[in-house]
């Protein structure tokens, strides 16, 4: 299994970009849950958003409820992140990933990391 994360870029605070996450491979087979995650300069990468391959069921981190909305498209084998309202602290290389078990907002909880696509939001 492969993730390939693009639709980063350079968006002016109150904008919106969204990100996708292209899965090659059996995905669905191996794993039910896909997420994101960012990793800012100088921090460690967090939890962003997940969600099920099979139904609608989604968790976020609180500083992107209401404005991030994860979803998926099977026949596509992509899932994406609608970002809305970006503020400056929402820079950050953003991650996909596989979930494996264990804590869903940790990072050794997945596998098959994406190469990350970078969004820089200015004030």
């Known amino acids: 299994v492969q993730l390939q994360a693009s639709g980063g870029g350079l968006v002016q605070a109150g904008g919106s970009l969204r990100l996708s996450c292209a899965a090659s491979g059996h995905i669905f087979s191996r794993y039910s849950i896909m997420g994101w995650f960012r990793q800012a300069p100088g921090k460690e990468r967090e939890f962003v958003a997940a969600?099920?391959?099979?139904?609608?069921?989604?968790w976020y981190e609180d500083s992107v409820k209401g404005r991030f909305t994860i979803s998926r498209d099977n026949a596509k084998n992509t899932v994406y992140l609608e970002m809305n309202t970006l503020k400056p602290d929402d820079t950050a290389v953003y991650y996909c990933?596989?979930?494996?078990?264990?804590?869903?907002?940790?990072?050794?909880?997945?596998?098959?990391w994406g190469q990350g696509t970078l969004v820089t939001v200015s004030s």
């Open positions: 969600i099920k391959w099979t139904d609608d069921t989604t």
């Open positions: 990933a596989a979930f494996w078990g264990g804590s869903l907002y940790r990072t050794t909880s997945y596998k098959e």
